[in-house]
Structure formats: C-alpha cells, structure tokens
C-alpha cells in the first residue's frame, strides 16, 4: 500500500478553484435580508483552494487507503464485517424504493410498507418474539429502546422501585452505557471459570429492584450460555424481564431463537447479522422484538396490515413514543430484507454453521502458539491472548499494528475487558479457507517474529502511509477540522 503519490498534505493556492458555473440567471437576493442577519459570515471560512484535479486526487488517494471488506479480510470481532452483497444495493436503488418520500401518502407508497411489514414479520420468525419495531438506528438505540419499554411496563405495573440492570462483565460497552441513559443503575454479574455467567452470583445479585439481566447469547466470549434456562428462571421468578443483545445472532441463525430461550426484549444489528455495510460511520439498523405483554410499549408508529392495506398504526397509547424521525434507516432495512429472501431459512442456517466452522477452525490452528483462555468449541468468534508474547516484551497492541503490514485489519483487542492481553476474531461464514489460513500463517509468523526479532513487531507498522500514532495526543488533542495555512 505505501506512498504511490506523493505525501503533500497542503495542496491549497490561492484563487484556484475546482468549479465553473454558469453566470446567475435568476435575481440575486441579499442574504442579510433573507436571514435575518443572524446566519451570514462575515468572513470566509478558510476552505482550501484546489483545482478540479487535485480535489479528485486528494480523495481518491484517501480511497485508497481506506481497508473495507471489499478490499481485504477484515476479522473484527463483535462486529460481523461480512461481505455486502450488491445486489442489495441494487434492490435498494430501485427508484420505487429509493426516490419515495417519508411523508407520502401511504396509499402511494404501499409496495415500501410491504416491504416493512414482510421484514417485521421474518424478523419476528428469526427471533421468535411477537411483534418487532423497524426503527431504532443502531445496536445501542435499540438497547435503549428495549429498555424504555422495560421501564414502562414496571411503571404500568407499579413496580417502581426495579431501578436495577443487571450486565455479565464479559458485556459490550454499550450494554451499561445504554442502562444508564435508560435511567438505570447496572450492577455486573461475574463470569465463571468456563467464561460463562455464574450463577451463584446472579441469584445473589437478582432481587425485587431487577428490571432486567441484559445479555448476549453467544456472550462476548464467543461462548453458549448452556444454563440460558436457568437464568430466565432465576431472572423472571423475581419478577425482572430477560433482555437479549442480539449483535451475536450470526451464530445461532435458524437454530435457537432468543424467544424460544426465554428472552422477553431483543434488538438486531440488520448492518451485522444482515450484511447492511457498516464500520464508517454509516446507517445501522437495530430492529427491537417483544413478547406479547410488552407489544403495547413499541415505539409508533408501526406498519400493519388491515384487509389489503398496508398501514401506519400511530394509535398505540401506551407506546413509549417516536424513537427516530420518519421510518427508521429504510435503505439499511431493504437492504436487510433482500438478503433474508435471497438466503431463506435453510440459507441463514448455512450462515450460522459456515460462521461457526470458520471461527473453531482458526481457533484450533491458532491454538498452540497463543494462549486460550477458555479452550472449548466457540460460536462465531472466539478470544485468544498475548499473555505469552507480553513477557517477551511484546503487547497484543503491538501484534495488531503488525497484521497491517500484511494488509489485514486487525482484530478487535483488549476487550472484553475480562480477558487479559486479549483478541477477538470473528472470520464470518463468507471467507475461504484459504484467506483464513492465510491470515493464521500471518500470526503465526508474526508469533515467531516475536520470539526471534521483537522490535520489528514493537515498531510495526512498517509498510502504511501513517506509522504509530501518538494515542494520547489523538485522543486529546485531535485535530478533525482543515486549518488554513
Ligand atoms: C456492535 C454491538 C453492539 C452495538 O451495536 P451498534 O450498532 O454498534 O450500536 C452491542 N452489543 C454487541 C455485542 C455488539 O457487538
């Protein structure tokens, strides 16, 4: 990858400009009359004055740096990057899909709320839940979501006192963060010596102020939640109801369902499990299900269908109200809702296995020159450590940055924060053998490298336009806007 242009940061000259525009032909209007005065600058903003050329450089250079799934292997744990396959993005360029108007009429737009409907309705089968909200925009909105409608179904029982959310301390960060927004206090569950929820602890921490035990199932660790039975029990017999943070559902698509194991609250990430791109900053999509007694609580509106027509049911009085403006991110659902049709039920399982195998593969190659924290078969990603590779000097940190030497994005490390030194790698179904044993023979030999010439995996990256950063002073002190010379 390295420099194939030359590392000129400052391209601007003054009076050069990258556009030509035709000469006004309407009226000018005067911008302090129209605004009120209040809006307009008074000086420029100090954009940087390039041609037409050097803008279309600059950013394809900055293209091309850029890692996506589409340019190579990218084993983020937590996170599913698989393929995106285009013809969803050419079902969700259909003009009928894509040049309609939130605010039409619903009687003009009944093809987009079949759409809906239809993906509300495989959602609700995905997950064996009863009624499903398209609208939260992420993971996290749909956590909050799920946890408003917890609130308010306590408060309509006058359970008031329920304040507590429980979290494993295997937990994605977003667990108790969206705990907190929600108005809760969490209290962490420990993990037992199989990196599973103890028990013991749960029944100690579970009590009259349980609102609910969030969990992910595969947790964190990549690791089946065998006694999921058991602690729906322990959890709804002291009155608390069972949250399920469904980021993990890749690996249990069309062989267990968080109904069927108990869970009463669970969102998706459509832009994981349901191949909608992500990783930039970009739309998600975090569907929320519910059983029966908290479909009152959804979010309004909702698309339902009565006699032939699709329709937007905005009267739902107990609802917790909007959560997203217009209909939730519709490009990401659509998106979400080709892939579900063009796998089917048989395909999402062929997913599920394929994820499965990837990950027990890597793991057992990977094995015997990383430490195993917890040596048993995993799900969909599974968590190694550089306890080994620390003594000789040598940090996981600095693993990751030598895996882009070879053109990999690294895995997801140092989380979950209750394995020391750790890596989370998630292969997903749709990569080859051969690019996960190419990437096993990466570490491998970067393993080696470590024993043999530490300061080349210390100093790593080599090959990248950017070596080390400065963590501290990028997080301190970022500079994110273009400073004018
Ligand atoms: C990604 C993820 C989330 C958050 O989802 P976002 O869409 O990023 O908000 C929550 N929990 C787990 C386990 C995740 O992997």
Not at 1 to 29: C, N, Q, W, Y
Not at 90 to 118: C, F, S
Not at 382 to 387: A, E, R, T, W
């Amino acid at each position: 990858m390295a420099t194939d242009f030359p590392l000129i940061f400052e391209h601007s000259k003054e009076g050069r400009i990258a556009h030509s525009l035709p000469d006004l032909d309407v009226p000018e209007v005067d911008l302090d009359e129209v605004l009120g005065g209040t809006f307009v600058r008074t000086e420029a903003p100090g954009l940087p004055e390039v041609s037409e050329l050097d803008l279309i450089r600059h950013y394809t250079a900055l293209s091309k740096r850029n890692h996506g799934v589409d340019s190579g292997f990218y084993p983020l744990g937590s996170c599913t990057m698989k393929y995106n396959p285009k013809v969803n993005e050419q079902v969700a360029r259909l003009d009928g899909l894509a040049h309609i108007h939130p605010l039409q009429n619903p009687k003009t737009v009944q093809g987009a709320l079949q759409l809906m409907y239809e993906l509300q309705e495989e959602l609700r089968i995905i997950t064996g839940m009863d009624e499903i909200t398209l609208q939260p925009a992420a993971g996290a909105h749909g956590e909050w979501t799920g946890l408003m409608m917890i609130r308010a179904y306590h408060e309509k029982n006058g359970d008031t006192k329920r304040t507590k959310v429980i979290v494993p301390d295997s937990a994605h960060g977003t667990n108790p963060a969206s705990a907190t927004v929600a108005g809760f206090e969490t209290i962490t569950v420990k993990s037992d010596e199989n990196g599973l929820v103890d028990l013991e602890d749960l029944r100690r921490v579970v009590n009259e102020e349980t609102a609910a035990l969030m969990l992910t199932n595969p947790n964190t660790l990549g690791l089946f939640e065998k006694h999921i039975v058991e602690m729906a029990e322990i959890v709804h017999g002291a009155g608390g109801k069972l949250y399920y943070d469904g980021a993990n559902l890749n690996a249990i698509m069309s062989k267990a369902r968080p109904g069927d194991m108990g869970f009463d609250v669970v969102h998706l990430n459509l832009h994981k499990t349901f191949t909608g791109p992500h990783g930039g900053g970009g739309p998600g999509s975090g569907p929320v299900g519910v059983k029966e007694d908290l479909i009152p609580f959804l979010p309004k509106p909702i698309v339902t269908k009565r006699e032939n027509e699709y329709i937007i049911d905005e009267d739902r009085p107990q609802s917790i109200g909007r959560v997203k403006p217009f209909w939730g991110n519709f490009g990401i659902n659509v998106r979400a809702y080709a892939y579900i049709r063009t796998m089917g039920e048989a395909g999402l399982r062929a997913v599920s296995e394929g994820a499965v195998l990837n990950a027990n593969y890597m793991m057992r190659r990977l094995q015997p020159y990383f430490d195993l924290p917890y040596d048993t078969h995993c799900k969909h990603e599974f968590v190694i450590s550089g306890k080994r590779q620390k003594k000789l000097g040598v940090r996981t940190l600095d693993i990751a940055k030598r895996l882009l030497d070879f053109g990999y994005h690294p895995p997801t490390i140092y989380f979950p924060l209750n394995v020391e030194e750790c890596m989370m790698i998630e292969p997903t179904e749709t990569e080859s053998k051969e690019t996960l044993d190419a990437f096993c023979d990466t570490l491998i030999h970067i393993a080696k490298e470590v024993e043999e010439n530490p300061e080349i995996v210390q100093e790593a990256p080599h090959t990248t336009v950017i070596s080390r950063l400065d963590e501290t002073q990028a997080a301190r002190k970022p500079v994110l806007r273009y400073q004018k010379a």
